[in-house]
DNA sequence: ACAGCCATGTAAGTTGTTACATGATTCG
DNA sequence: CGAATCATGTAACAACTTACATGGCTGT
């Protein structure tokens, strides 16, 4: 599921400019591009020279002209394959875990606030998580689709969750071992 | 924490040729880059000339000679000023979310089996790192880097569950709906 | 004999990023 | 008057990848 796939992906909901496209992907969690002009117009010519999308340009008045891009039957083709192949387990960065790993530099009191910054950082991570799945269950139409957009949402909101609860556990563990040496020290 | 950064922090645990370090990064899941060749040798002597490590030749008997790389005092005192730095918020690529964004195109059934398979893989996944949390809870050190370590390996157990969790529980759920539709119909 | 590991390194490529250029319009 | 939005596009770069080259040693 590359750039390319998810801009056909995109264009079977209805048709739309690249500054569309590209705004959609800037302002998602889900697509986690950033949305850049460079790539997406880049890749857009690319499906039109390719005949899996084509554009019509549209004059607007007191607007610039823009290109709106459809889905050929070719290009709704070549994305049913790429849909159809064994999907791809997810791919995580926790850079946070990696700097516990080489976190033995650090005193058990700067390790402590590192683990309170994360879970702060993580709960503002959960709270625009959840905020995306309310505004997505207030839609409420009961297609296919809007119900897999819900369960999407909630995906992402648990994957945050679970985070910040396993930060919370840890960080009160690390609490009580700490105190429990210090006062083995006194 | 970049590859810099993270090369800085596997030297803390012990000198290492740029060799060693390719291998722990290329096998390990926290470590999210490939383990090139390439970037690695690059970034040490990057690293070397900034006076961050040093290198000592050591030639081998029936073994190709090698540099091994060692931490120096200001490589320790820039790496504590990295890890002090706010800690970053997980990044998370689930492609089968996007791909489920686009999947208007798909018959019930299709989808169905679509779902099927993500949960084979992430189950497969959740394998993977429940032998590697078996694997670090067998050190039984008890110093604070062991339990850090096992902590970490229990995040990333937790983060598999808990994609599996939901896998399940949609899959179920849309297993109901396609069959309400199907009586329906009848 | 052939594959695979140890150990270094380079070449060539893909992908993605920030930042810029243009120019009309709208909003505070 | 300046900033932001709409809309397209380019330039320059940073990060990362696969694949190759070398060469001795080890195991089947």
Chains 1, 2 share one sequence.
Not at 24 to 52: C, H, R, T
Not at 61 to 87: C, I
Request: hydrophobic share 35%.
């Amino acid at each position: 599921m590359d750039l390319r796939e998810t801009l056909l992906g995109l264009l079977t909901q209805k048709p739309a400019s690249g500054y569309d496209l590209k705004r959609v992907i800037a302002e998602s969690d889900l697509f986690y591009w950033s949305g850049n002009n460079n790539q997406i117009y880049k890749v857009l010519l690319e499906l039109q020279q390719e005949g899996l999308v084509t554009f019509e340009v549209q004059t607007q008045a007191s607007l610039p002209t823009k290109k709106v891009y459809t889905l050929t039957d070719q290009g709704r083709r070549v994305l049913r394959e790429g849909l159809l192949r064994p999907p791809e387990v997810p791919e995580t960065r926790k850079n946070f875990l990696i700097q516990l790993a080489c976190a033995q530099a650090l005193t058990d009191e700067e390790l402590l606030t590192l683990f309170e910054r994360y879970e702060v950082e993580v709960q503002a991570g959960l709270n625009l998580a959840r905020g995306l799945a309310e505004r997505a269950a207030k839609h409420e139409g009961d297609s296919r689709q809007t119900w897999l957009d819900l369960m999407t949402r909630e995906n992402i909101v648990q994957t945050w969750q679970a985070e910040l609860d396993w930060a919370r556990r840890t960080r009160e563990e690390l609490q009580e071992k700490t105190n429990k040496d210090k006062t083995k020290r006194n």
